[in-house]
T-cell receptor, first 117, second 112 residues
């Protein structure tokens, strides 16, 4: 099946710094990527939808200036958490869908655990 | 707005028991339904995917059913093992390129 990778898998940073998380589709072209967030003991919640070459669409309550998403190519989307604070500590997971007819579902990355001190 | 619920929230069973996890969704217009497993602190592992036109899918000791009209799905685990201990998430998609909406999960503990 299709593979989606994320880098880094784990990051610890100081409050006020920015952190970039990469999501890559390794063996297929992803026209759409999704970014989810999971707080401890909670389920995954969609943050934003990222389409290659266009601006991301953010879910209600998600600050677009704080969570910058770039989908510059068909295999890479990045999420940058700007001026991170402890409340941003969470598990971030991306997923990707392929070109028309290429896939029936989304393929999920392994996740990135962010801890902000 | 699609909402997904799962019952029970937590379940503890002795090894060897058969068990059923339940998932309900409010909007029956779905493209597919998927069951995931998530080990503590880890990412998602896809277990079974049921297309909207299908009634069930099976993989090893796992069987997932889908009743789209009633907005329900069940995940049946036969002969449970301690290694099955994890959180099980149910998720639905409205279209093939839409977001996935997750349920809150069922935390399963299988006691040796």
């Amino acid at each position: 099946g299709a593979v989606v990778s994320q880098h880094p898998s784990r990051v610890i940073c100081k409050s006020g710094t920015s952190v970039k998380i990469e999501c890559r589709s390794l063996d297929f072209q992803a026209t759409t990527m999704f970014w989810y967030r999971q707080f401890p003991k909670q389920s995954l919640m969609l943050m934003a939808t990222s389409n290659e070459g266009s601006k991301a669409t953010y879910e209600q309550g998600v600050e677009k200036d704080k969570f910058l998403i770039n989908h510059a190519s068909l295999t890479l989307s990045t999420l940058t958490v700007t001026s991170a604070h402890p409340e941003d500590s969470s598990f971030y997971i991306c997923s990707a869908t392929g070109l028309a007819g290429a896939t029936d579902t989304q393929y999920f990355g392994p996740g990135t655990r962010l801890t902000v001190l | 707005k699609q909402e997904v619920t799962q019952i029970p929230a937590a379940l503890s069973v002795p090894e060897g028991e058969n068990l059923v996890l339940n998932c309900s969704f409010t909007d029956s217009a779905i493209y597919n339904l998927q069951w995931f497993r998530q080990d503590h602190g880890k990412g998602l592992t896809s277990l079974l995917l049921i297309q909207s036109s299908q009634r069930e899918q099976t993989s090893g000791r796992l069987n997932a059913s889908l009743d789209k009209s009633s907005g329900r799905s069940t995940l049946y685990i036969a002969a449970s093992q301690p290694g099955d201990s994890a959180t099980y998430l149910c998720a639905v998609m409205k279209t093939s390129y839409d977001k996935v909406i997750f349920g809150p999960g069922t935390s399963l503990s299988v006691i040796p």
